[in-house]
């Protein structure tokens, strides 16, 4: 019984490995089983084949998805009509981390009122979890601007306060806790004391024109205050 490949690697988010098994003499019946166990030697769901191919199993749910996933297995191919015919190939799962987060600016002015999403970019962007938390800078003042989990900034007052944007790589446990720090990246706002208009309205909801007649149109931005 001959197995390609002799060992195989799996990164999440990646492609899936084709398994090809080969039972000699030629004429021998070719049909095989594969299973899959754990670190443990026990059978794991973590894995499943579908055919000849190996792929991740996240049917079970996200969570399982990221803390159990990443590892080394082990995939069992034998035999059907000789058991005692079998092949063990090691497989690795493993995760790319994400390396580095860049802001599209590292300073961003703004007016009070106005509502900005910030521009960044994961590298590598392959990473296995490339989702971020978005919080402001403990040493800045929280009652200039408010940032959601989606990265939008609202301007509050006037001043300046940075908001810090972390990886929220849920694969970090694979990483070696001695050297791994989380990798982030910073944007600065600065708020002017200008208001931003909200909001415009037209005085009129429709105009009735004849050919060749002009009128104007009455806008009022809102608040009265913005510049």
Same mark, same amino acid.
């Given at each position: 019984?001959?197995?390609t490949?002799?060992?195989a690697?799996?990164?999440i988010g990646d492609?899936?490995? +084709?398994f ?7 004429a021998? +019946?070719?049909?095989v089983?594969?299973a ?5 030697g026990?059978p794991? /769901?973590n894995?499943i084949?579908v055919?000849s191919?190996?792929m ?6 996200a969570?399982?998805?990221?803390n159990?996933?990443? $590892?080394?297995?082990t ?12 092949k ?9 981390l994400i390396e ?11 007016k009070?009122?106005?509502?900005? *999403?910030?521009?960044?970019?994961v590298?590598?962007?392959?990473? /296995?979890d490339n989702?971020?938390?978005f ?6 003042d929280p009652?200039?601007?408010?940032? *959601?989990?989606? $990265? ?7 001043g300046e306060?940075?908001v810090?944007? @972390?990886?929220n +790589?849920l694969?970090?446990?694979n990483?070696?806790p001695e @050297?791994?720090?989380?990798?982030? $990246?910073e944007?600065v706002?600065?708020?002017?004391n200008?208001?931003a ?5 037209f005085?009129e /909801?429709?105009?009735?024109?004849h050919?060749?007649?002009?009128a104007?149109?009455?806008?009022t ?7």
């Open positions: 019984l001959t197995v490949p002799a060992e690697t799996i990164v492609a899936s490995v +084709d090809n098994a080969v039972v000699t003499p030629e021998a +019946d070719q049909q089983t594969y899959v166990l754990g670190e443990d026990k794991s /769901s894995l084949f055919g191919e190996l991740i199993n996240d049917a079970e749910g969570e399982n998805y990221i159990t996933f990443p $590892g080394e297995y995939v069992v191919v034998t035999s059907v009509s000789n058991p005692e015919l079998v063990e190939v090691p497989v690795t799962v493993k995760a790319i580095e987060i860049k802001p599209a600016a590292e300073l961003v002015k703004l009070v009122g106005q509502i900005v *999403d910030i521009d960044y970019t590298l590598p962007e392959n990473s /296995s989702t971020v938390v919080t402001i800078d403990p040493d800045s009652n200039v601007i408010t940032v *959601d989990e989606n $990265g939008t900034v609202k301007a509050i007052a006037p306060a940075k810090v944007i @972390t990886a +790589d694969y970090a446990n990483a070696d @050297t791994y720090v989380a990798p982030y $990246g944007v706002f600065a708020i002017s200008e208001l208009v909200t909001e415009l309205a005085a /909801s429709e105009i009735d024109l050919i060749a007649e002009v104007d149109a009455a806008v931005a809102a608040p009265a205050a913005a510049s």
